[in-house]
């Protein structure tokens, strides 16, 4: 029943790039994991206990305190490009 | 066909805390860029976010001061997008158990009370801030800026249902729940420093439809008078190209404040596209009773309970709408003031009147001192039971506003208290009407507008030392018995 989604968009969503031979590869591949998680749907839970998180732990919080950052230099080292202080990426909106 | 506008408002508020949501890096407000990161913020490989306990009381508070039901077992998600604003590719979220659900604010428009209901309050973090260089145009922009200094700043999203139905509705909302956010104190709710943004989903569909429109979100208003703006427009928009039989498309716009109109910014995205998942960092969130009453310890104030004790002194919804949404200190003045002179409507008039425009005029944006609610009431009082005129009462005001001085020994220092001795006044009336008998012979009835000239003459004659309401008394005796 989910068997029709678009490559294009999941690869659009993700911002990759495939090639047409990988799309129908990948389509096939999906489709497979698709019909495992179909699977999924036929299994009777409505007797369990919902389970939210895979993990029993609960969240630890912290004092709002604050601590020395990385310095402008370090935090700024590893970009290919920077001005006036700023990280410069390609044009995006939003 | 007659059309029904339907908007639902989606507010991000800044939580004013010392550190960022999921680490320690210090919230700062300054021009200079990317001064405060760390892994966390930054994304880097490895960095782990813990959240910080602070704004998790502040989202409680929230969400208990917009009568939302606390979510007691919650959790983080991930909203995933490639927008470079948040380097991690994505943005710690919540999506199906946020913090506060089905609440609701009560808001003023005019004299009447309305309410909005808030269909959810959930935690994220905020992005970095883009500059985009180029034309000017955001569309056309040839490189974009980062600076991730805002990256991860506590932000709390409040989310409306789709229930407010005209422009002056949403202002009369992000006012209240400005407010709100001021009156706990969890944030500085300044809108032109960011601190409150807000997008307004608008549709429009037929009245009497149970089904609302295609939705279109609109973006860019950072002010009250945009978000007004904007609505409207859109609205118009909407009704127009519904009526012309063309189709509304589901996407987001944005304000233009130099034309004045929406413009398309991209097809919306879908909350699938958003690949929402459970943020396998941050196990669930436990907010237990006592977590939820220490909350509550903390609400001293907020605008309803602010509203009801002026409207127990007496004023008018809008008045006390008014004073609600004021300054803190003309708030506490007021309500110190009333209970000195027992009259609201005169106290309200005198200080949001005078006493503003003669401080705006002045430029002095906090009073002096010595000026307190029993000064005030006295000056109030003296005018109120005619011992001086308002004109006095004025220049008492403006000389106080200078000056210590005690308001009552200064009027009578200054021979301002008005004289109510009939003998004084019945020889300044038969003086007035000597000297102007062709008025007096003009004259039809006591309600004449003639009766107010020569109040005036009297008055004018005596150097106003004379009570108006006492001339005009004597005046109507001598002229029609």
Same mark, same amino acid.
């Given at each position: ?32 994991? #698709?019909? *495992?998680? %179909? +699977?999924? &749907? !036929? ?10 998180? $895979?993990? /029993? ?12 950052? #990385?310095? *402008?230099? %370090? +935090?700024? &080292? !590893? ?10 990426? $390609?044009? /995006?909106?939003? | ?481």
């Amino acid at each position: 029943m989910t068997k029709d989604f678009n490559i294009d968009d999941i690869s659009n969503l993700a911002s990759i790039h495939l090639e047409e031979k990988e799309k129908l590869k990948l389509q096939k591949d999906l489709e497979i994991v #698709l019909e *495992h998680v %179909d +699977a999924l &749907k !036929n299994i009777d839970v409505k007797d369990e206990k919902i389970d939210i998180h $895979p993990l /029993s732990k609960i969240l630890d919080l912290r004092e709002d305190e604050s601590t020395p950052s #990385l310095s *402008h230099e %370090d +935090a700024m &080292k !590893n970009s290919p490009e920077t001005k006036d202080g700023h990280f410069v990426v $390609p044009p /995006s909106i939003e | 066909m007659s059309l029904k506008p339907t908007i639902g408002m989606e507010t991000h508020v800044e939580l004013d805390t010392e550190s960022k949501m999921f680490c320690s890096c210090k919230v700062v407000e300054t021009d200079e860029p990317n001064i405060s990161l760390c892994p966390t913020c930054l994304g880097l490989p490895g960095a782990l976010p813990v959240p910080n306990k602070k704004a998790i009381e502040y989202i409680v508070m929230l969400s208990l001061g917009a009568n939302c039901s606390i979510t007691k077992e919650g959790m983080f998600h991930r909203k995933n997008y490639f927008y470079p604003d948040l380097p991690k590719n994505y943005q710690i979220s919540q999506f199906d158990f946020p913090v506060g659900v089905e609440g609701s604010l009560e808001i003023v428009i005019e004299d009447n009370l309305h309410t909005v209901a808030i269909e959810r309050v959930h935690m994220e973090e905020d992005t970095g801030k883009s500059i985009h260089l180029g034309s000017g145009r955001i569309d056309s922009a040839t490189s974009t800026l980062l600076d991730f200094n805002r990256s991860g700043v506590p932000l709390v999203e409040v989310v409306t249902k789709p229930i407010i139905s005209s422009a002056k509705m949403a202002v009369a909302y992000i006012e209240e729940l400005r407010q709100l956010v001021i009156d706990l104190g969890i944030s500085k709710g300044k809108l032109e420093k960011g601190n409150l943004r807000f997008d307004a989903n608008i549709s429009v569909a037929e009245e009497g439809s149970d089904e609302l429109g295609v939705k279109v979100e609109i973006k860019n208003m950072n002010s009250l008078k945009s978000l007004e703006k904007a609505i409207d427009y859109e609205i118009l928009r909407q009704t127009k190209m519904v009526q012309d039989k063309e189709s509304i498309i589901q996407e987001t716009r944005h304000w233009d404040e130099n034309k004045q109109v929406t413009l398309s910014m991209r097809t919306k995205e879908g909350s699938a596209d958003y690949r929402y998942f459970s943020d396998p960092d941050l196990p669930n969130m436990v907010i237990n009773d006592e977590f939820i009453e220490i909350s509550q310890n903390q609400i001293k104030e907020t605008p309803e309970k602010k509203r009801k004790t002026l409207l127990d002194t007496g004023l008018s919804l809008s008045d006390s709408n008014y004073l609600d949404k004021g300054q803190r200190w003309l708030y506490e003045l007021y309500l110190s003031t009333v209970k000195e002179t027992g009259d609201c409507k005169s106290t309200f008039n005198f200080l949001t009147g005078e006493l503003q425009g003669q401080m705006r005029k002045a430029e002095i944006s906090e009073l002096p001192q010595w000026v307190n609610s029993e000064k005030l009431a006295s000056l109030i009082n003296l005018f109120e039971n005619n011992e001086i005129s308002f004109t006095s009462a004025k220049d008492i005001l403006a000389k106080l506003l200078i000056e210590d001085i005690d308001p009552k020994s200064f009027a009578s220092d200054n021979n301002l208290i008005q004289s109510s001795d009939n003998d004084e006044i019945k020889a300044l009336v038969t003086l007035v009407i000597n000297e102007n008998q062709d008025i007096v012979e003009r004259l039809e009835n006591p309600e004449d507008k003639l009766v107010g000239f020569l109040v005036g003459q009297v008055m004018k004659s005596s150097e106003s030392k004379v009570n108006p309401g006492s001339v005009k008394e004597v005046l109507l005796k001598e002229l029609f018995g």
